[in-house]
């Protein structure tokens, strides 16, 4: 009986455990996690520099603003992403313009990402299998309607908007980037994910 016991709380106390994500490297690799580069549709490489939370933040609120405005969140918080886009050299670039649809902040659900592994560690931030509803980002025409010419480079600052009451600290969040969502050119390469935390050594 003893025993018994022992082993169901073992077993109560893994299904309570709070998750680090880590990743074993393999040769058919394809997660992405913060500073590290991903293709984008075979003509992009895009990358997360930093994640942050806010209370308040700066945006162009509308098309043409000269002087951006300060949104302050009284009953909301914000995620800050800095994303670094690479536009690559090549012949019949693209010339896509930015906006809202291009880029997603979600939860893990249903995230394909091959070869990950929860693994704890007191290495790394503790992250939570914590739902939320996939989020835009807020409207911000510092980056909106812009373009990134081939050979070029820019970085962006996007924002997504929570419940002040929402743990965003504690979420595992996942930024998707897809400049052609929905399948209207079916000749590129889809969409991409990046797990905005840094990656886990098996060893760490």
């Known amino acids: ?9 073992v077993l109560i106390s893994l299904i309570s455990l709070i998750f680090i994500v880590g990743c074993r490297p393999t040769s ?7 500073n590290e580069r991903a293709n984008l549709h075979d003509e992009y490489i895009v990358s997360v520099r930093n994640v942050q939370f806010k209370d308040s933040i700066f ?3 509308h098309e043409g603003d000269t002087a951006k ?5 009284t009953r909301s918080r914000y995620v800050e992403v800095t994303v670094l886009l690479e536009h690559q050299n090549i012949a019949n670039a693209d010339d896509h313009l930015l906006d809202e649809n291009d880029f997603k902040l979600k939860d893990h659900t249903g995230v394909k990402i091959k070869n990950v592994t929860f693994l704890q560690s007191f290495r790394a ?7 939320f509803s996939t989020r835009k980002p807020i409207y911000d025409y510092t980056w909106m309607g812009s373009n990134i010419e081939a050979g070029t480079s820019k970085e962006i600052t996007l924002y997504f908007e929570f419940p002040k009451e929402f743990e965003m600290d504690k979420a595992l969040m996942i930024l998707e980037t897809d400049f052609y969502y929905g399948g209207l050119v079916v000749d590129k390469k889809e ?6 935390i840094n990656r886990v050594s098996e060893n760490a």
């Open 69 to 73: 405005s300060e949104l302050i969140g």
């Open 191 to 196: 969409g991409t994910d990046i797990v905005l």
């Open 125 to 131: 931030s503790a992250k939570s299998e914590i739902d």
């Open 28 to 34: 058919d690799e394809d997660c992405t996690f913060l």
């Open 59 to 61: 945006i162009l609120a």
């Open 1 to 9: 009986m003893g025993k018994f016991i022992k082993v169901k709380v």
